[in-house]
């Protein structure tokens, strides 16, 4: 054996590889920056919320509305736009990031927190009943009711593009909606479309296959080091125009798409009574009549 390894790819396969792997510059190169990671909360339950708790909180003290953003999920990227699941993150990023009014108070742990309730009274009291399970977590910041430090909270505001670090598609979306990721979802800090493209298409999904590890079921792991390493050639101005035209269009017909799909998931539930639409629903499409009708009787159609 060569210490290179071995292969039992045929040469043409092998050759077709080695030119697509030279070609262009490394990502993180033609990004000008690194892959970055969801957000790990260290307790999940405490700063995931659902709608009726953000319309709540934000209800109870108005201030603290900028605090909550749109969360998204690995399970949530598709290919060009998210999905979106009506969740959000409760960002308190910590004090060694942020100045908060509490910042310096770290020597005496009980007056920060009374400046914590007084500044945000609804989302102090939606924390202190889990506050024995927040002091817990190896991942907080410099108060038990802040997320750990992380250097890059900003940049989840800008324009990005999103991806899974489990890849069973080449599904990359663009998100300039300011959303947080948990830590299922990666993004690269750019809203570049012709970037978008190409990771979106099959010939780079043709090269990830044969380039990121293989997990359970073939599902390929996107690490870090090796997205970095992508190779992406830069286009000429005249492709990039073309190219940045046709993503914003797909962009906007997946957008379309999801919402389409949402609103009849939603219709199916209101007409049913199903309480919780099952996964063999969500792609209906995919099912003929009989077929779905089926599958509502099995998810509890009477």
């Not at 969801?38 to 709540?56: C, H, K, P, S, W």
């Not at 002091?135 to 900003?154: I, N, P, T, V």
């Not at 999801?258 to 209101?270: G, I, K, N, P, S």
């Amino acid at each position: 054996l060569k210490p290179e390894g071995w292969t039992l790819e045929p040469p043409e396969v092998l050759r077709l590889f080695e030119k697509i792997k030279n070609s262009g510059q490394p990502l993180k190169d033609f990004v000008g920056d690194v892959p970055y990671r969801g957000v790990v909360t260290g307790l999940n339950e405490a700063f995931f919320i659902d709608q009726a708790t953000r319309d709540r909180l934000i209800a109870e003290d108005p201030k603290c509305e900028p605090l909550i953003k749109k969360l998204l999920r690995g399970r949530n990227v598709q290919r060009w736009a998210a999905e979106w699941g009506k969740e959000w993150l409760i960002a308190l990023p910590s004090s060694q990031n942020r100045e908060w009014p509490w910042a310096a108070m770290t020597q005496d742990e009980a007056k920060a927190e009374k400046v914590f309730a007084t500044e945000y009274p609804s989302l102090h009291a939606h924390f202190k009943p889990m506050e024995k399970a927040l002091r817990k977590r190896e991942d907080q910041g410099a108060f038990w009711w802040e997320l750990r430090s992380c250097d890059y909270y900003d940049k989840f505001d800008e324009a990005k593009i999103i991806y899974q670090d489990i890849q069973f598609h080449s599904w990359n979306a663009l998100d300039t909606d300011g959303c947080y990721l948990n830590n299922t979802a990666y993004f690269l800090s750019t809203g570049d479309l012709c970037l978008l493209a190409v990771l979106n298409s099959p010939l780079l999904w043709w090269f990830s296959f044969r380039y990121l590890p293989h997990g359970k079921d073939e599902a390929l792991r996107a690490f870090t080091f090796l997205i970095e390493a992508f190779p992406i050639s830069k286009p000429s101005p005249a492709n990039r125009d073309k190219i940045e035209e046709h993503v914003t269009r797909l962009i906007e017909r997946a957008k379309a798409f999801t919402e389409t799909r949402a609103a009849f998931l939603q219709w199916v539930t209101h007409e049913t009574s199903i309480a919780k639409v099952p996964s063999s629903l969500e792609t209906p499409w995919q099912l003929q009549p009989d077929g779905f009708l089926d599958e509502l009787k099995k998810a509890g159609l009477k």
